[in-house]
Each structure stands twice: as C-alpha cells, then as structure tokens.
C-alpha cells in the first residue's frame, strides 16, 4: 500500500514563511488535501486541489505540487498558526481508498 | 449551518460492539458521499470507511475489513458506522466527514464532525 510522508516536527520563527512537505507516489496521480488540526480541535481543511482555500482561510496558506511532493506554505506564519497539519490524498495502490500522512507538529518560535 | 454531530462513543470490552452515528444538517446530505477516520490517542488520522451518496458502495481499511460496516440512512440524514469484534487498536475519537468533489474532479473533506471517543478495554 502507498504511503505519505510528512517531517514529524517544523519550526518557524513568528511572521517567517514556512513549508510542510508531504512525499508519496500517489501524489503523482492525486491532489493532497491539508488539514490543520490543534489539539482537542477536529481536523480543519485549509488547502484542496491545485491550490484552494476553503473560504475563512487566511491567504498566508498555498499548495503547491511537484511529482511526488506536495507542499503547504504559510507565509508570515502567526503564532494561531501553531498546530498539527496532515497531507491526505486517494490511494493509488488499489487496497484501501485514501491515505494520510503521520502528521507535522508545526511550532511558531 | 452546516454541520455533522457524531455520537454513540463509549467504553466497551473487546470482542463487544458498539455503533456510531453521524447527523448531518445544513447541506443536501443525500448528494454528498461520508467517511469515517480515527485517531488514537497521540497518533495520526487514519482512513476508515467510506459510503457512496446514495450507499451503492462501500469501502474499507484492511484494519476494520470484515468487522466494521458503514450503512447511511438518507430520510434521516444520519451515515452510521457498526463496530463489531472491537479490539483494543480499536480504540480511538472518530470523526465523520464529508466528500466534496469539485467541478474540476478535486476530492478532499471539507466538513468534519467534532469526532466521539471509543475506548476498547477489559
């Protein structure tokens, strides 16, 4: 089965661009979705397809995809900002539907 | 406003069954497709189920395959998730969530519930 796979921790100093990476072959065939989730909170999507915002999401965060890897960039990071965010895409193995990655701690310094 | 409420968590022994519901307002709930995800206690999301709009299809992760079934009643705008033989791995907050799948064939989840806890333990 396909995988995604995420750095287990970032870090960013306050008002600096940061990105999140996310590798997997089925990145190849499939738009990753971003979710951001803080703790206790269900998960939020905050970028879909190519590059889209659900309305209520500041324009600081963008996608961006390139082969296997999908990013997500939020450029001037806040201190809200501070949060757990999970790549998600269709599986292209065949055994299961879709697929998360294990997740990026993001820490605004 | 459009929302899912998830309810139906608990503590239960392992080998019991428990069921899940998932009410969803706001939205045209027979036009949209519904999953379930779990995350364990510090861990990640993880995939679940999934049932298509009008529940001609069905699919699972090869965690639950066999013992969890995903079944929706659209009069009631209510998707249900049956837990059976529950391990321990089992246990879990799960979410219900909704499929939109764009113009431009973009699938993601865009509404997500507030999730219920599930704890298998003896």
């Known amino acids: 089965s396909s995988e995604l796979t995420q750095d287990p921790t970032v870090s960013v100093a306050l008002g600096q661009t940061v990105r999140i990476t996310c590798q997997g072959d089925?990145?190849?065939?499939?738009?990753a979705s971003w979710y951001q989730q803080k703790p206790g909170q269900a998960p939020l999507l905050v970028i879909y397809?190519?590059?889209n915002r659900p309305s209520g999401i500041p324009d600081r965060f963008s996608g961006s995809s390139s082969g296997n890897t999908a990013s997500l960039t939020i450029t001037g990071a806040q201190a809200e900002d501070e949060a757990d965010y999970y790549c998600?895409?269709?599986?292209?193995?065949?055994?299961?539907?879709?697929?998360f990655g294990g997740g990026t701690k993001l820490t605004v310094l | 406003q459009v929302q899912l409420v998830e309810s139906g968590g608990g503590v239960v022994q392992p080998g019991r069954s428990l069921r899940l519901s998932c009410a969803a307002s706001?939205?045209?709930?027979?036009?949209?497709?519904m999953h379930w995800v779990r995350q364990a206690p510090g861990k990640g999301l993880e995939w679940v189920a999934v049932?298509?709009?009008?529940?001609?299809?069905?699919y699972y992760a090869d965690s639950v395959k066999g013992r969890f079934s995903i079944s929706r009643d659209n009069s009631k705008n209510t998707v249900y998730l049956q837990m059976n033989s529950l391990r321990a791995e089992d246990t879990a907050v799960y979410y219900c969530?909704?499929?939109?799948?764009?113009?431009?064939?973009?699938?993601?989840?865009?509404?997500w519930g507030q999730g219920t806890m599930v704890s298998v333990s003896s």
């Open positions: 706001g939205f045209t709930f027979s036009s949209y497709g």
């Open positions: 969530a909704r499929e939109l799948v764009t113009a431009a064939a973009t699938e993601t989840f865009d509404i």
């Open positions: 998600h895409s269709r599986d292209n193995s065949g055994d299961r539907l879709w697929v």
């Open positions: 049932i298509w709009y009008d529940g001609s299809n069905k």
């Open positions: 397809g190519k590059n």
């Open positions: 089925s990145l190849r065939t499939y738009y």
